[in-house]
């Protein structure tokens, strides 16, 4: 009877998430993937075929949109977790008490609000009537007014921004475990800074790293807002595609095809990044 009893309760306590992941994740790729195989002959006629994803291969300005979103979305993720770790290490290792809250606190304020609210605040301060470009002409460095907003560096800003947060929260919780003894031990043995970074710290942060990684890189290359907004009608990010496809044209099958390349494009370089790193999916996010 209690046997039956626990079962019963873990179904119902699995039963939420199985419901989530089916419903809201299984059944819609799994359709994305059936509508991205159908070619449409007439307005009320379907048929099957291959005519999306050749559209793609044969339309340069797909493809290159393609490469290029996911090679910024590389350098972002590699810049973000070079300005976390930093951050992390100070919050984790060398903060204490009181500091450390606030510290932990002060990056997770700005997410109290929208990613909307959060890039439209960049563009005030980087617009030719912002905050920058007022310093810049008070200094003398700059005749007139600045326009900093509608290039790719723009877009660099606020998706390292955005992802910030989380390549700092796992990192924290890695950094915090690791041994001061280690360290210490590495230093006794000879070690410089950059000999203990690269042979103790990196190595124990490794797990962090990669979980911080895989969540930036996949939240900057599925990122919509921050690219349309901050780079301008020229911004060719992969995503606005997508929607005009979707939405724009009402091409629900090339739209399809091209959410289904985007999603074997973030595997595949998720997979690479934890051969490569020799970490696993369980170990990174357990």
Known sequence: MNASAGRLSLWLLLTPFLLWIVLLVLVPHLQMLRVSFQVRESWDTLAWGLEQYQNF????????TFVRTGVMSLFTTFLTLLIAFPIAWYI?????GRAKGLLFLACLVPFWASELVRTYGWMILLRESGLFSSWLQALGWADGPVEMLYNDVAV???????GLLFMVVPLVTTLDGMDENLVEAGYDLGGNHLTVLREVVVPWAMPGIVSGCIVVFMLTLGSYLTPILMGGKDSAWFTEQIFTQFITRFNWEQGAALGVLLLVL???IVWLGLKLSGQSLRKVMG
């Open 57 to 64: 291969f044969t339309e340069s300005y797909y493809w290159r």
């Open 266 to 268: 973030s595997s595949l």
């Open 156 to 162: 660099i800003i606020g998706l390292v921004y955005n």
């Open 92 to 96: 984790a290792r060398l903060a204490r």
